[in-house]
């Protein structure tokens, strides 16, 4: 699953749509600053799972 690719600027217009995006689909959000990525947005029970994976 690839993700979606969103500027800081569409992330702070569109704040709650992009997170309920995340949460109903699952797939994670790549997030650029100044034509770099910087962060991953994705939902919480990904990350959990990814935690679960760490600790292994």
């Not at 217009?13 to 790549?30: A, D, G, H, R």
């Not at 939902?43 to 760490?54: R, V």
């Amino acid at each position: 699953m690839e993700p979606k690719l969103l500027n800081v600027s569409e992330i702070r217009k569109n704040f709650k749509e992009v997170i309920s995006e995340v949460v109903e689909t699952k797939i994670p959000i790549l997030i650029i600053q100044r034509s770099k990525p910087v962060a991953y947005l994705v939902d919480a029970e990904t990350f959990n799972n990814l935690k679960q994976q760490n600790k292994g």
